[in-house]
């Protein structure tokens, strides 16, 4: 006994994107000689039944995750630099008070935007 089909109807009107996808379909269907059922069938699986993500989807995911790790990493080096500064500008004047020698006592310039911002503060403290 042969399996009983359904039979379902797909309007286009006279609209550019209507045209557009007619157009499309001619186009593939000429490349892969595919029934216009067949591809109807192939693009409504892909659209309604396919949950797992495109490959560039993937992709993404793991960009912004790389993303997200770069973050914490540069957060974290920001912190040691922040807190390697505070430390290294509190020992400096004790360390100028027990040997005074003209070089300890040379201003240095800090290169870290984070020191620079912190230099003034604490010669003000």
Do not use: W
């Amino acid at each position: 006994m042969a399996a009983k089909s359904i039979r379902k109807s797909v309007s286009f009107d006279d609209s550019d994107g209507d045209q557009a996808l007619l157009d499309a379909i001619a186009t593939q269907q000429s490349k892969h000689q595919q029934s216009f059922s067949d591809l109807c069938k192939q693009a409504l699986h892909q659209y309604l039944l396919s949950r797992e993500p495109t490959q560039s989807v993937l992709l993404f995911m793991e960009l912004q995750h790389q993303i997200a790790q770069l973050g914490v990493r540069v957060a974290a080096l920001e912190d040691e630099t922040s807190i390697t500064a505070a430390f290294s500008q509190s020992a400096m004047p004790t360390a100028s008070l027990e040997e005074p020698d003209a070089t300890s006592q040379a201003p240095i310039a800090p290169t870290d935007p984070v020191l620079n911002r912190l230099g003034p503060l604490l010669e003000d403290f």
